[in-house]
């Protein structure tokens, strides 16, 4: 029995166990996901704090929307310019944070700003908010405070605060998942086949005989399987490589490349999967996708025809 085998189909096997975990998270995350609090501030008196329930203990996220409008003493579409300070507190009034932001020109680079025309100099602002552990409670108040007067004459359309206390986005925990799902699979199924006993296949690799060519056939074949039972179709191969190794050494050795290949192709999407964060990944996917199927009609067609035949750009796992 060889270590090494040993060792990779029992890492294999926990990698492809341990995945649950991450995955059951973002399951979990995805039916927990909850819509964001949205309030909405009177312009004549936003000072007037406003009263909500979030979920204790969570981490929460923020946001300052506002619409301001040029008065008439701005001139040459002047940027209306204002300056509000947000403030968050627990349900007795201790302050949790307190975040100043300016609509002033000289800010609109660092704060994301939009600015459109509307009969006059129109400011649509977006700032984030710094982020804050909700109380044990879970109950808040937030209140905006304005100048008393602007110099510019500018006018306050809207005034929103968003609060948003649902869990954040599990692309990490859905990436380290599929990696560990992907990568599990590969080991664990290349140390099983390592260990598996092996005999010495019947016949010649030179003079096929009609069966033999079609075990071979057939093992490539159930490559296409990935579409329809993805990971679940090395398991095929593998029957496959067995079977084909009590046909003949011509058989075998078909069946042997074909799941090298397989596995080499789950690796090739591995890294694919890996690179989509850098957008490089999701072109990947379909080079790998398309170059599976034309190497298995190729393949098949070699092996239909009695000739040996290796895979380009395969890792042989099992030799």
Not at 41 to 57: K, S, W, Y
Not at 121 to 147: H, K, M, S
Not at 233 to 253: G, M, N, Y
Request: charged share 15%.
């Amino acid at each position: 029995m060889s270590r090494k085998a040993l060792i990779a189909a029992v890492l294999g096997l926990c990698a492809v166990l341990g995945s649950c975990v991450p995955l059951r998270d973002v399951v979990m995350a995805v039916g927990a996901r909850v819509a964001p609090h949205v309030l909405e501030f009177d312009v004549i008196a936003p000072t007037t704090p406003a009263r909500l329930a979030l979920t204790p203990g969570r981490e929460a996220r923020g946001a300052l929307l506002v619409s301001l409008v040029a008065g008439p003493s701005a001139g040459g579409g002047a940027t209306p310019a204002a300056s509000l300070t947000v403030t968050v507190s627990d349900g007795d009034g201790r302050r949790i944070i307190e975040a100043r932001r300016d609509t002033a020109a000289g800010n609109l680079a660092r704060s994301g700003a939009r600015l459109g025309q509307s009969g006059g100099a129109e400011l649509e602002l977006q700032f984030d908010l710094p982020r804050f552990v909700v109380p044990a409670d879970g109950q808040v108040q937030v209140a905006v405070e304005l100048p008393a007067t602007r110099a510019d004459g500018a006018t306050l359309r809207t005034l929103r605060v968003v609060l948003n206390d649902g869990p954040e986005s599990h692309a990490g925990g859905f990436t380290a998942g599929v990696f560990m799902l992907l990568a599990g699979w590969v080991a664990a199924v290349a140390g099983l086949a390592m260990l598996l006993p092996r005999g010495t296949p019947p016949g010649d690799l030179d003079a096929p005989a009609p069966e033999a060519r079609a075990a071979a056939r057939n093992a490539h074949l159930a490559g296409l399987l990935l579409y329809v039972l993805p990971l679940l179709h090395l398991a095929f191969l593998l029957r496959a490589w067995r079977r084909a190794a009590t046909v003949s050494a011509f058989a075998e050795e078909h069946a042997r490349e074909a799941l090298n290949f397989q596995l080499s192709v789950l690796v090739y999407l591995l890294i694919a999967f890996t690179l989509s964060l850098a957008l490089i990944g999701v072109l990947m996917v379909p080079v790998v996708l398309v170059f599976q199927l034309v190497m298995l009609r190729e393949a098949t067609v070699q092996a239909r025809h009695g000739h040996r035949f290796r895979y380009p750009l395969t890792f042989r796992f099992v030799t």
